[in-house]
């Protein structure tokens, strides 16, 4: 079995059925998790919950542990309060703040046509630079509910702001894929969200996709250290190797970069449990 994958979770995996072509179903998923020897996942999908599809898969496979949740994205309302009490009622565990529909994703985005009109895209902060009112509700009932809150593709500014409000609640905040540039913090906001207890989080996809260097990948966890981060995939495009492949080729680029293989554990086995408790 391979080493790598013994007993790592990804919690950060897209399957079918979904709005777009998927790399694969959620069975294909978990089935390859199993062989592999890998703990779990967590199913993400950017425009409905994934809570049922995840309690459903759990069932089948009684050995794995796997999570679903919901990203605030237009079709199920934005900064819902409502959509995230339910979907913490059917078991979900993450909530990501909005995503692909994103004002600030949207605006890097199209980045080079300064008339798109962005306005009907979600923000988080007001112009003031405060968490709107619906984002602190969205933040009480993930707390209600003992969810983790991921910051999505929101802007910088607004995800240290979440991250602060989240702190305040007792909450487990996450900052998601925090090396795409799409959403790129600094060192410097990832020491001080790491300060206030949040996780950062290192997909794949951004240095498989030729997005962020292994290297500077190395940089960020270093500054921060290995206790403070989680490594996921981003996976499930057409073109991407399935989840446990992507793992393994991120294990393999980070050990080469001296990384042990404890360390490797810390961030793929021993932080994601955390997360799941």
Known sequence: MNKLLRGIYDLHAHAAPDVVPRKCDD???ACRLTDAGMAGCCIKCHFAETAARAALLQAQFPTLRIAGGIALNRAVGGLNPHAVERCGQLGGKFVWFPTLEARAFQCYRHSSEPEADLSDYL???GEDGRLLPAAL???DAAAENRMVIATGHIGTEEGMAL??????RGLQMVLTHADNPANAYSVEQQRQAVALGALVEHSFFTTYYDRTPIGEITRQIRAVGCENVL???DFGQPDSPYADEGMTQYGTLLLRQGFTLDEWRVMTRDNPSRLLR
Do not use: P, R
């Open 27 to 29: 069975l294909e998923l």
């Open 123 to 125: 923000a988080v902060c």
């Open 137 to 139: 509700e969205v933040l």
């Open 163 to 168: 991250v602060k409000a989240g702190a305040d």
């Open 231 to 233: 490594l996921t995939t």
